[in-house]
């Protein structure tokens, strides 16, 4: 089964509201990333937070990660018709951290 | 500047066929990966390289053949191509500093491979 998986599927919203994605993970880790990828494109980088992290901001992504619970949430805050992409969870399991693990992607549509 | 680039970025063929993926990057990393991305968007790990020596190899059709010349490409080899490998191919590469540290990784464009 596959490690990371977002929640939900599809999150359609107006421009300027904020959108929240979570994931949900399985086994301890070493660090979690979050990926975008635009449509017929390739994924995209966006922010890693290590394991002995809690949360982490860059410009208008928020990125929280609960341990305890296996979960992370990615934040993105005044959203904009550009934002429209697929928002993928990646997890470096403990002691395997190089290979990542990506869940099965949010789809956000932001509507202008 | 391309910093991962994959060629072709469509392939269409016939089952049976052999047919190649060739990817290139420029950042200097020495860690490169293959990726399959299935109709659902499910991105799955097929082989890493660091330093031109494999080391992940998922569970993987051996129809399926990385080579890397150098640590800069690493090319994706199919042979007798079936329906089901119809996917987008993803190259990507990072850093590596160790066992159990990992960056970002930096993805190519894809190649959408078509089998008919």
């Known amino acids: 089964s596959q490690q990371g998986e977002e929640d939900p599927q599809a999150l359609s919203i107006q421009e300027g509201e904020n959108a929240t994605m979570n994931c949900s993970y399985k086994?301890?880790?070493?660090?979690l990333q979050w990926y975008r990828q635009n449509s017929g494109r390739g994924l995209v980088h966006l922010i890693l937070i290590r394991s002995n992290e809690r949360e982490k901001h860059s410009g208008r992504l928020r990125v929280t990660l609960d341990t305890s619970k296996k979960s992370s949430s990615l934040l993105i805050t005044a959203s904009r018709a550009a934002d429209t992409a697929s928002y993928f969870c990646a997890t470096g399991r403990s002691g395997s951290a190089r290979q990542l693990t990506f869940g099965s992607g949010t789809q956000l549509t932001v509507l202008p | 500047d391309t910093a991962v680039s994959q060629t072709p970025k469509y392939l269409v063929t016939q089952m049976g066929n052999d047919k190649s993926i060739k990817c290139e990057q420029n950042l200097g990393h020495d860690t490169m990966y293959w990726y399959k991305q299935d109709s659902k968007k499910f991105l799955k790990i097929m082989f890493s390289y660091n330093n031109k020596e494999l080391i992940i190899n998922e569970t993987v059709p051996n129809r399926f053949s990385p080579k890397s010349p150098d640590k800069a490409h690493l090319n994706l080899h199919i042979n007798s191509l079936e329906l089901g490998d119809s996917a987008v191919y993803f190259c990507?590469?990072?850093?590596?500093?160790?066992?159990?540290?990992?960056?970002?990784?930096?993805f190519g464009p894809g190649t959408r491979l078509t089998v008919t």
């Open positions: 990507a590469s990072s850093q590596s500093l160790g066992l159990n540290r990992s960056y970002e990784q930096y």
């Open positions: 086994t301890s880790i070493n660090n």
